[in-house]
């Protein structure tokens, strides 16, 4: 016979001394846990041995209580799915409990929050997650060599024991950090040992751990102007006074950087491939910020998170590798090269600052999960990632093509296209009083997921739209831009 596994143990208090029946007791507190809604239509319930078993009652009041539940349509039986709360309960019987009494929550009363939870915005911006042509952020999961990635899985599994079921190290795996080095020497060309790898859950920890371990309270760091907005609130949340600092056709304005404040205690850069605005930083430009962060005194954080993906030139090597003074904290994540849910980034942290980045990780989760680390060490030193990378890089070539193509078609002078020799998004800028944002929540009703430009600067933006096209085929985007020059005509 198929064994149907138990449902969860509801809490039921039952007393062998109370005067009440042990069933009426087991019937009584079904009964409440349906009624205020701690049990929920179809939910599975124990079966009568294991709720007998660990009230540690005989089974017969149990037997008795479920029966005259399942006669009064509290519960019913499922082949194949053992005891579940009934599917067709009416309304009247989880409104009223059996004791007249609805667990009420109270919300009146002082209730404070931290000051720092209202720097945020609130607003879930629906442009944010959703799933389709224009996503910024979405891969090409189709292409992601998924039988591959299983066979490694079960292969891990497999051989799991003792040891790599307990707490790992918490910089993280030794093998990967091993194997991103190695990848960040060579095809970053970075100055780096496996020693100052930090594997963190993705950029955005990367940035908050940083955050905590470089900067006060009151600390003034540049961030771009327009800036990756979830990097400006890691800063934000951490009490810093953000200098919004220019970005022209060279990258960040260092010069103008300098003259806002020249002491900033950090400048946060996205040199490869700036987002939102895709620009390469130039030469002379690197020079120049890593002789203001020198002769200042302050930190780099670079955020190379989609190096890898240049279209008309090689990828550009990393501002950490030109630093001769150790004063850059290099990012880096495999939600673009793999996928996003992987939750994998990178710290290249100076070896001074080793310590201070461990410890205050410590405090935060312990050390990154283990088991896809090993799995990820396992893809890259066989070779797959290296193949991946490669494929993607034509594959998102052809697609940033027909992208680029069909702007031209269709939005032809209204738009100026930036930033499209690199990464997995673009961006275009659209006539002056545009109201890109109400743009965007229109676009996301019609499944397109448009980011808008302006939220990205912190003071006079320009309206327009980022645009990414890692996970739309070649085939479905000249639709898919039709559709943004209606919503862009529309008025
Ligand atoms: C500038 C920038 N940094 C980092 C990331 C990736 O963040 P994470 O590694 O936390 O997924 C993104 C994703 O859109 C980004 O645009």
Request: aromatic share 8%.
């Amino acid at each position: 016979m198929k064994k149907v596994a138990s449902g969860l143990l509801p809490v039921i208090a039952v007393d062998r001394k109370a005067p009440k029946a042990l069933h009426r007791q087991v019937y009584d507190a079904y009964r409440a846990a349906i009624a205020d809604g701690r049990l929920r239509r179809r939910q599975r319930i124990p079966s009568t041995r294991v709720l007998a078993s660990e009230l540690g009652i005989s089974r017969f009041p149990v037997l008795s209580a479920y029966a005259q539940l399942l006669a009064e349509g509290y519960l019913e039986s499922r082949v194949g799915a053992g005891t579940v709360v009934s599917s067709s309960l009416p309304d009247q019987l989880t409104s009223s409990a059996p004791t007249g009494v609805r667990f009420a929550v109270s919300r009146s009363g002082p209730r404070p929050v931290a000051r720092r939870s209202s720097l945020l915005r609130l607003e879930r911006s629906p442009w944010l997650l959703g799933w389709g042509a224009f996503g910024v952020g979405q891969v090409a999961v189709d292409q992601f060599p998924l039988h591959v990635w299983s066979r490694l899985v079960t292969r891990r599994c497999r051989t799991m024991d003792a040891k790599s079921s307990h707490y790992g190290d918490q910089m993280g795996s030794k093998a990967l950090r091993e194997t991103i080095a190695s990848y960040l020497r060579t095809a970053r060309s970075l100055h780096c040992e496996a020693e100052q790898i930090m594997i963190v859950g993705g950029s955005q920890q990367a940035l908050e751990i940083s955050a905590r371990v470089l900067l006060d309270p009151g600390s003034r760091v540049w961030v771009e102007e327009p800036c990756y907005r979830l990097a400006r609130d890691v800063f934000a949340l951490n009490g810093c006074h953000l200098v919004p600092v220019p970005v022209d056709k060279e990258g960040l304005d260092v010069a103008a950087g300098i003259q806002r404040c020249r002491k900033a205690r950090a400048a946060f850069v996205t040199p490869s491939h700036q987002f939102p605005l895709g620009v390469t930083m130039s030469a002379a430009r690197r020079f120049q910020l890593l002789d203001w962060a020198q002769n200042a005194g302050s930190w780099i954080i670079e955020d190379d998170y989609d190096s890898e993906y240049r279209y008309e030139s090689l990828p550009i090597p990393s501002l950490q590798g030109l630093d001769a003074n150790a004063r850059v904290i290099y990012v880096g994540t495999f939600s673009k090269v793999l996928f996003p849910s992987l939750r994998l980034g990178y710290i290249v942290i100076p070896s001074d600052l080793i310590d201070r980045f461990l410890a205050i990780r410590r405090a935060m989760d312990l050390g990154p999960p283990a088991f896809y680390q090993q799995v990820l060490a396992d893809f890259i030193g066989e070779g797959h990632f290296a193949r991946h990378v490669r494929r993607m890089r034509v594959l998102y070539g052809e697609r940033r093509a027909a992208l680029v193509d069909s702007i031209e078609k269709e939005l032809g002078t209204t738009v100026e296209l930036l930033g499209d020799e690199a990464g997995m998004h673009l961006a275009a800028t659209l006539p002056k009083g545009s109201r890109d944002q109400e743009i965007a929540e229109r676009a996301a009703r019609q499944n397109l997921w448009i980011w808008p430009l302006s939220p990205s600067y912190l003071g006079k933006a320009r309206p327009g739209v980022i645009l990414g096209f890692g996970s739309s085929a070649v085939t479905e985007i000249p639709a898919a831009v039709r559709k943004l020059r209606t919503l862009i005509e529309m008025k």
